[in-house]
């Protein structure tokens, strides 16, 4: 009896915890912070539990990427992509390679780095944007905002960025347009597509990979994705009426205190 009311409180809590990582990431990312702590509090191994997790998540990247997909630049699709497949396949395979107790002791250091990612993506997308614009407003005849940059070294920058998308990937995000806008990528537009495609692409690599290899817990896969699912609907409908600057602290926050309550359980 004991055991079976232990059983589904494990549910509760991984129900609990798709919805608000589902409401997260509709509103503003980061729901990895929540779901993959669920994961690994319900008793899942750490490997495992990163694996169900992004397995569980991925389906919400591929409607962003249909969303977006005019504003994708065709130039640039053949170095995405290919970035994307073998950074996201590597950083796999490593990690399933990766021994479960030194995973578990990288756990709260990959934490608080999404963390922090994340947190600056916020002034890096405002500082994109704001140059953007002046770069428009004063374009000459000799500028051109679509010129397509020197392909192999923009292949060699995002592929250690797809790489950590494979093994980990919380708050690449910001990671990917710091990489497109230095080679001068600065329309917001193509830069949130490419960075949603890279994720997808990569994120999708690494699913299939898992899948093959085993490590999917299949049973609380079903239950996160469709708990994410029905989170990431009802976040959609608030989303545009809650202030982004909150809403990104709060996820900030959330992540940050994951990570020390990770680094408090090492200690």
């Known amino acids: 009896m004991l055991s079976s009311l232990i059983a589904h409180a494990h549910y509760v809590w991984l129900v609990t915890a798709s919805f608000i990582a589902g409401v997260m990431n509709a509103m503003a ?10 994961m690994l509090a319900i008793g899942v191994a750490p490997i495992q539990a990163n694996a169900t997790n992004t397995v569980a998540l991925w389906p919400g990247q591929l409607t962003s990427v249909a969303a977006l997909r005019d504003d994708l630049r065709k130039d640039l699709l053949p170095v995405v992509v290919g970035a994307s497949i073998l950074g996201g396949v590597s950083g796999a395979v ?3 390679k990766t021994k479960q107790i030194t995973f578990l002791h990288m756990v709260p250091w990959l ?6 990612l994340f947190g600056i993506s916020g002034p890096m997308s405002r500082w994109l944007r704001t140059r953007a614009e002046s770069k428009a407003m004063a374009a000459t ?7 397509t940059p020197a392909l192999m070294p923009l292949f060699l920058v995002l592929l250690p960025v797809c790489f950590y998308i494979g093994y980990f990937g919380a708050g690449a ?3 990917i347009m710091s990489a497109l806008a230095l080679f001068g990528i600065e329309e917001m537009r193509a830069l949130n597509s490419m960075k949603v495609l890279a994720a997808c692409l990569s994120n999708f690599c690494a699913v299939i ?9 299949w049973k609380y896969c079903f239950v996160s994705m469709v ?4 989170g990431g609907y009802i976040g959609a409908q ?8 909150v809403l990104r602290l709060i996820v900030v926050g959330t992540g940050c205190v994951m990570a020390a309550y990770f680094f408090w359980r090492q200690a």
């Not at 990312?29 to 669920?38: D, L, R």
């Not at 990979?209 to 817990?217: E, K, L, M």
């Not at 708990?227 to 029905?230: H, N, Q, T």
């Open 173 to 175: 995000g910001f990671l």
């Open 94 to 96: 490593v990690l399933l």
């Open 141 to 147: 005849a000799e500028y051109n905002h679509n010129a």
């Open 227 to 230: 708990i994410c699912g029905v």
């Open 238 to 245: 608030y989303a545009r009426k809650i202030n982004p600057n």
């Open 29 to 38: 990312g980061g729901g990895s912070f929540v779901s993959f702590p669920a």
């Open 111 to 116: 934490l608080l780095v999404a963390s922090v």
């Open 209 to 217: 990979t898992f899948i093959v290899s085993g490590a999917v817990i």
